[in-house]
């Protein structure tokens, strides 16, 4: 019989994860009707999510795709359109799904993966695993503890968090719920003063990083927000004007001080902060050149899960035309889309450093909390680890792109 895998991590394997958290849940799953449908958002996606007619206790799901069930079921319709949903027509929400199904690996036989080595260290920081907790915003939209809640269970995972600028609660509060380290998710604006007092307080707080998001100049059309009249304020009048119909109206774009910024600002940033400062939102070879040139201490190949620039290309797809162009001069973290430990393996063959999850962390959160959250990247992990074992690898610097085949 098969030895037990074994890997390095100071978070606990999944299958030995222990909560009580699903006991103010209503009752068992009698029957959990699951209606087999695809991946939300995502018509070609294999991975099917169940919707649940009760909530199910934590133990018994066991893959990221239910716990989006679970979320749905739980959360208001508001608040899961507005973590689930994208851009426009949600083309890119889908391809990224899309573009991770379509790269195979080479797995290698009889390779020694008695223990699975899954420890990596990034910017002077040692961490058990490569899968952080991406920034988004607002989790008190899923639960009343938000963000600290989050980075309770992150902790308990092992998994570092880049704090959002819109999160919910205060900085000084998240840092102070964590046991692990934090980053620091920056948008920029409404003007450069308030920008580095934010940076400034976050840091000040323990944050070790600052990861500087460049991909949101303005506000994007998210058609499920709109719907559900989940409307910013900066955008309030302009809707009004819209919906009045004024003769001669036209759309005009608000301004926002991010719209305003170039490349020169980073190396501003990177000066002031004294700290690793990290580009998000990088999708082109040319883009991450200059990030290089300017300062930055890594890139994040993000295309915000779809929810900005509708039509963008999926993260995986660009992942290794920016590896190459930077040439191991600094790291590449990539977000968008991973939702099994295969999936972030296929990332880490192809030159990622580490691998960020933005919806799924959300889901764990609006379905069971804390646990939730735990759950979800402990699944992540152990996924990890088994599937470097069957590829033959036994830990990351064994990875290289000979592992993957990307199919056309």
Not at 105 to 126: E, N, Y
Request: glycine content about 10%; hydrophobic content about 40%.
């Amino acid at each position: 019989m098969p030895g037990a895998l074994r890997f390095h991590s100071s978070a606990a394997c999944a299958t030995n994860c222990t909560v009580s958290a699903s006991s103010h849940l209503p009752g068992r799953r009698q029957a959990a009707g699951c209606l087999l449908g695809l991946l939300a958002g995502s018509p070609l996606a294999r991975a099917q999510q169940p919707e649940f007619d009760r909530v199910p206790p934590l133990d018994e799901l066991v893959n990221v795709f239910e716990f989006d069930g679970v979320c749905k079921l739980r959360a208001t319709r508001e608040a899961y359109d507005y973590v689930s949903g994208g851009a426009d027509d949600e083309v890119t929400l889908r391809r990224n799904r899309q573009a991770l199904s379509k790269i195979t690996f080479r797995p290698r036989m009889l390779s020694d993966v008695s223990q699975i080595d899954l420890s990596t260290t990034l910017f002077g920081q040692k961490l058990p695993h490569p899968i952080l907790v991406a920034p988004t915003g607002t989790h008190s939209r899923l639960h009343p503890e938000g963000e600290l809640a989050t980075v309770r269970g992150a902790s308990r995972a092992g998994a570092v968090m880049v704090v959002s600028s819109s999160s919910s609660f205060p900085i000084d509060q998240i840092a102070r719920a964590a046991t692990v380290p934090l980053w620091f998710q920056l948008y920029a604006g409404p003007d450069k003063e308030g920008t580095f007092e934010r940076v400034a307080r976050a840091l000040e707080h323990g944050c070790k990083t600052v990861c500087f998001t460049v991909d949101v100049p303005y506000f994007p059309h998210r058609e499920r927000d709109l719907r559900n009249r989940l409307i910013r304020p900066e955008m309030e009048g302009e809707r009004r004007r819209r919906a009045a119909g004024s003769p001669g109206f036209r759309y005009r774009l608000p301004p926002r001080f991010t719209s305003e910024l170039t490349w020169p600002f980073v190396t501003e940033l990177a000066d002031f902060a004294k700290a690793p400062v990290l580009i998000k939102g990088i999708l082109t070879a040319e883009d991450a050149r200059l990030a290089v040139e300017h300062g930055a201490a890594g890139i994040v190949v993000s295309n915000h899960g779809g929810r900005y620039l509708d039509s963008a290309p999926a993260t995986i797809a660009v992942l290794p035309e920016i590896v190459s162009s930077v040439g191991g001069r600094i790291p590449v973290l990539i977000d968008g889309g991973f939702r099994r430990g295969a999936d972030i393996l296929k990332a880490l063959a192809l030159g990622a450093k580490a691998v960020l999850l933005g919806r799924p962390p959300l889901w764990g959160l609006g379905a069971y909390g804390e646990a939730g959250v735990t759950r979800i990247l402990q699944l992540l992990e152990t996924e990890l680890a088994l599937a470097m074992g069957l590829a033959g690898r036994s830990n990351l610097g064994s990875l290289d792109p000979s592992l993957v085949r990307i199919e056309n």
